[in-house]
């Protein structure tokens, strides 16, 4: 089998392919940048090109759809990869600022999703696949190369639970942050989950600079059982455990998302739960819209979501950020990735806009 490029990080490829580590970046550099290997490099022989060619390959996703939201710019690409199932990215527009604009890409780190929160598109397909690291480079890549601003973020926050497919996604994330890689600031890189305890825990032990963001949605368990049943493998208790012991080794804040749902856990007790479930543990909110086309939840209204505010500054006490969740009207908004029943023949294709 060939070593796929996209998939290995530059000391990965030093190790796999005999060259120096040196050669091996300039050779990434180049891949990730260009889509092929150098024609001629002064530091790499010819004959070692020629069985680099031989000893390689560079897979491409293809691109089989792109929408652009017409009322806020987010845009949505659907790939096919290693596998005949589609999976979804999107692009997050963030232009405005004249003088700094630019993309964030929001990648899928598998087809499907095996956790089923009730408020999720994607958890309603079920697990199919993991997607392999340069599948979610990929993503970024093609992306990028359809882009007038640069892409300076990537968000594990697509498709699936990327702490499910640890080894992979960590990968992905250390080639997008290498110089002679995607050259994404690692700070700008980040990762979500449900609340994977174990993956946490050893997110933890082996230090990523990358961001880790914690679904938590309800501090009650119950009602976050029933919305997120990851809570029946992986107790609140249990997670906050997980977290608290990752702010004694990071020193930062831990932040967590909220998934916000009209009627369910946009209220006072909801705050005061919150509250008392995170004290002594420095934290910051991320407030998000529930996006359910189905209309079976819906997003707080503007009185709600308000009153809601008040009561998280009486009682958390800490910094809260409501996260616009773009391209509703093209059902790329969070929750909303499915895919497509298509199911289209399996190859490895260079991509076509």
């Known amino acids: 089998m060939p070593i796929l490029l996209?998939?290995?990080t530059a000391a990965e490829l030093h190790g796999q392919l005999g060259i120096t580590l040196r050669q091996a970046r300039m050779i990434q550099a180049v891949v990730i940048r260009k889509g092929k290997l150098p024609e001629v490099q002064a530091e790499i022989s010819e004959k070692a090109l020629k069985a680099l060619r031989v000893a390689t390959e560079i897979p491409n996703l293809m691109v089989v759809d792109k929408k652009i939201s017409p009322?806020?710019?987010?845009?949505?690409?659907?790939f096919r990869g290693d596998g005949p199932e589609p999976f979804e990215a999107v692009r997050i527009p963030l232009l405005h600022r004249e003088e700094d604009q630019k993309y964030i890409v929001c990648v899928s780190s598998q087809v499907g999703c095996a956790l089923g929160c009730a408020f999720c598109y994607t958890g309603k397909m079920g697990f199919i696949?993991?997607?392999?690291?340069?599948?979610?480079?990929?993503?970024?890549?093609?992306?990028?190369?359809?882009?007038e601003h640069p892409?300076?973020?990537?968000?594990f926050m697509g498709m699936g639970e990327p702490l499910l497919n640890y080894d992979e996604v960590i990968r992905a994330a250390r080639i997008l942050s290498e110089p002679c890689g995607g050259a994404i600031s690692a700070k700008a890189i980040t990762i979500s989950t449900a609340g994977i305890v174990p993956a946490i825990r050893r997110y933890t032990a082996e230090k990523h600079p990358f961001r880790l963001v914690v679904s938590l949605t309800s501090a009650d368990p119950q009602k976050r059982r029933e919305l997120m049943p990851v809570e029946k493998l992986h107790p609140t208790v249990e997670l906050m455990d997980a977290l608290r012991e990752r702010h004694?080794?990071?020193?930062?804040?831990?932040?967590?998302?909220?998934?916000m749902i009209s009627g369910l856990n946009t209220g006072e007790e909801d705050a005061r739960q919150l509250a008392e479930l995170t004290r002594g543990l420095p934290v910051k909110l991320d407030l998000i819209d529930v996006n359910d086309p189905s209309g079976k939840y819906a997003p707080p209204s503007p009185e709600e979501l308000h009153a809601f505010r008040d009561a998280l500054r009486m009682h958390l006490a800490a910094p809260v950020a409501r996260r616009y969740s773009g391209g509703k009207d093209i059902c790329a908004a969070c929750?909303?990735?499915?895919?497509?029943?298509?199911?289209i023949p399996h190859a490895r294709a260079a991509s076509t806009f």
């Open 6 to 8: 996209k998939n290995q």
């Open 71 to 78: 009322q806020d710019g987010f845009a949505k690409y659907l």
């Open 129 to 147: 696949r993991n997607l392999s690291a340069w599948e979610m480079v990929d993503q970024a890549l093609k992306i990028r190369d359809d882009s």
């Open 151 to 155: 892409v300076r973020g990537v968000v």
């Open 248 to 259: 004694q080794v990071i020193g930062e804040r831990i932040t967590l998302a909220w998934t």
């Open 335 to 343: 929750g909303m990735l499915a895919g497509t029943n298509h199911i």
